[in-house]
């Protein structure tokens, strides 16, 4: 097993594994042993594990949100995403993640102290930018940002790391059969001939135009579809550091005195590719120097050597985590090779593939970046005395337009929009979704207080009116249409679909009767084609922007049909089709081969997802995994009876 996983280990497939879990570590994080929190203030529970609390709960939660926020660019509230299930979405991720953890320590997987320095000193983002080397104080400032203790954090990865090696021991040899494989390809390849008409819509008397009574009878018939959201009109003030940057200067001795405190910064240190090989002992080593000073391949020494090729790429030298082979390629010219050299961590021969040389800043080749950093820095201290002035004035009873323009800044009245900031006509405001949602919690004549959006952006919202959700009318227009439009389209379409159908009944009637689909075709004008060999492929399009050559409703009834059968189904232009299959037709073996082996790691990785997914409920199982929904609630501020909660398990 341990042979297994080291050899999984070293494979591509191990690294996208381990990159996905420490995205999802990232993201989700695995709560440690040292998290507290007692059984009353619980939401997920996992075994022997400390559970997670409320507060832990909201924290993921939160950030869980607002991720989807900003994937959507709409707002939400604590209730609307509990309608939606996001707070059943994140418990049952959290319990996922306690509980396999916990079935990791019962199986005995525990990674070295070691191991997880390893793992935690290769994560760029905790570099220091000027030594290229893990800073032990980045590593802090960035877990106090989430809220986490250096020891919560080794946890967690502890836990992650387990989880990857676990998973990479499952994943040893999985293969589907290759039975499998062949049943899939197939599947893929099996051919239809099949003869078709299309029933276009000039084979039925085209509809009159509805009536304006018929228009709002259908609009009422789908009010969820036809109603228009609660709308807004509000008048807001935006004090922005970025924008005020933009039309102040830079002095010239702020600028020099920014340059000088950040030129280290700004310098890179001397970088060089370099490739070490690991070998066993001295002699093997110098002839592995002896193959790299000529030329060879890295990979190919190393393989023959029974070592192991690394190239560290455009690396500093203090990045280089063995200091001893780190000294030794840095003492060298580019394409030379030192070696054997013993290392404090192996025996190893090195050579050097390129040297960077170190680059030192200068004002010159900075003063952009410095000038912006500049300007915005004195912009933020700029629109800060202009907010705490507008709040002095705003305090003294000068309404909102008034306090803004005395501190000299512009309020400006928006149309009607949505919660998610879209007005009818198609614009949206550029408004940040923290500002949108507290303009509709407010109500109508509310005022918020100053909002600070951070990095010297500020916001004041003031509700001038609250349009409640009415049905739309005939003479109204969504963005460059009108709804009169779009409805006559939308009941003209219907009747047509409507006529269609009526006369692809008819003509089956008739068929079915023992009239020939060729007089079908020609009793409406169409022409009967002759389609071999169409495979479910052919759902597809053929080119960007293409309509595919058959709508996958048509095959997908024809591939559930026996010879003889007629079928009918929309057309992948406005229209039916009507068709008739006439043979199944079986893929020669000399294809299916060709095709076997593809299908056959499809459907190994499909098994590899389906067995992850059965080591999480085994061990939520096991370690008899409880999740709380009403407790998640409380933390989120949210009635329990907002939505269905689910049992405790």
Known sequence: MLSAIRAFAKSPFATALLAILIVSFGIWGIKDVFRTGGLSDLVVKAGARPPITKAQFKQTFDEEKANQEQRSGQTLSNEDAVKAGLDRYVAERLASSEALGALMSAEGINPSDQLIANELRKITAFFNPITGQFDKQTYLRQLAARHISEAEADNEFRDTIAQHHYLAGLAAGLKAPRAYGLVQAAVQKQGLDFGWFALGPNTVEQPAKPTDAELNAFLKQNAAQATKPEMRRLSVANFSAAKLALTIPAPEAEVQKRFDFEKDTLSSPEKRTVVEVTVKDMATGARVAQELRAGGNPVAIAKAAGGQATTFPATAKSAIA???????????????????????????????????????????????????????????????????????????????ADAAKAAGAEVVSLPPITAQGGALNGARVNMPPKVLQQAFSLPQGGESDVIDMGQGEYWVVHVDQVIPPTLFTLDEQIGPQKIRDL???????????????????????????????????????????????????????????????????????????????????????????????????????????????????????????????????????????????????????????????????
Not at 386 to 397: A, E, L, N, P, T
Request: charged share 25%; net charge positive; aromatic share 2%.
């Open 322 to 400: 063995d200091r001893k082979l780190a000294d030794a390629a840095f003492a060298l010219k580019q394409n030379e090779v030192a070696g054997p050299v013993q290392g404090d961590l192996s025996l190893a021969v090195i050579k050097v593939i390129d040297i960077l040389p170190a680059k030192t800043a200068t004002l010159a080749d900075s003063r952009a970046k410095i000038e912006t950093e500049v300007k915005q820095q004195d912009a933020k201290q700029k629109v800060y005395d202009i907010v705490q002035k507008y709040q002095d004035v705003h305090s003294g009873g000068a309404p909102l």
């Open 487 to 649: 409805v006559t389209k939308q009941v003209m379409t219907r009747e047509l679909f409507k006529r269609l159908h009526a006369k692809a009944d008819a003509l089956l009637a008739e068929i079915k009767k023992g009239k020939s689909l060729e007089a079908a075709a020609a009793e409406v004008g169409a022409k009967l084609t002759q389609a071999t060999d169409v495979t479910r492929a052919a759902a597809q399009p053929t080119a960007p922007g293409q309509p595919p050559p058959y709508s996958s409703e048509l095959l997908g009834r024809l591939f559930q049909s026996k010879p003889g059968d007629v079928v009918v189904a929309e057309d992948t232009k406005p229209g039916l089709v009507i068709a008739r299959l006439d043979k199944v037709v079986e893929p020669p073996p000399e294809v299916l081969a060709g095709l076997a082996d593809a299908a056959r790691e499809q459907i190994t990785r499909a098994m590899f997802n389906d067995l992850g997914e059965a080591t999480t409920l085994a061990a939520q199982k096991k370690v008899k995994t409880i999740v709380d929904l009403k407790q998640a609630r409380q933390a989120l501020g949210v009635a329990d009876d907002v939505a269905p909660a689910k049992p405790k398990s």
